[in-house]
């Protein structure tokens, strides 16, 4: 079963990033310019559920420090904003701005008005089961790097319990 599904996501990415990608002429229109760094934190930040400085930088595999003076950069061009966590003031919350989700979505790599175009031809329950599936695969994306990840695997590990 895991290995139908390994070969479903193979099989269907090149056609996904073909025809929903940026073309060139789109690329080329940047206004704010970022390193790739800080390009790379926006893409880890949402408008809506905050994410804590120290939970980012294991993310990101750098230092508080690191993220903190990166964070300085996006804040200054106001793409992101930091407040204190009502429930622990010593911890910093992380949000994307507008600005910030204006300018993550000018560089995605698939084009808004595509991926908006192909979505629009499914059904409203359809649209609802590929957006969770996606955020579900870019959840666990994110933590199959992560340096406290078992290499065992959850379904294995809820077994053990």
Do not use: K
């Not at 979505?119 to 649209?127: H, I």
């Amino acid at each position: 079963m895991l290995d139908d599904a390994v070969a479903a996501v193979l099989a269907a990415y090149p056609t996904i990033h073909t025809a929903l990608r940026r073309r060139l002429e789109q690329q080329r229109s940047r206004g704010t310019r970022l390193s790739p760094q800080l390009a790379q934190l926006l893409e880890q930040l949402d408008p809506v559920r905050p994410l804590a400085v120290g939970e980012l930088a294991a993310r990101m595999r750098v230092t508080p420090a690191t993220i903190s003076l990166q964070l300085t950069r996006l804040a200054r061009l106001r793409l992101v904003t930091r407040t204190r966590d009502e429930s622990d003031g010593r911890r910093v919350q992380l949000r994307l701005t507008e600005a910030g989700v204006r300018l993550r979505g000018q560089r995605s790599l698939l084009d808004p008005e595509r991926v908006r175009g192909a979505l629009a031809r499914l059904s409203t329950a359809d649209q609802d089961v590929v957006a969770a599936g996606v955020r579900l695969l870019a959840r666990v994306a994110r933590s199959v790097s992560s340096p406290d990840m078992s290499s065992t695997p959850s379904s294995q590990r809820n077994r053990e319990s």
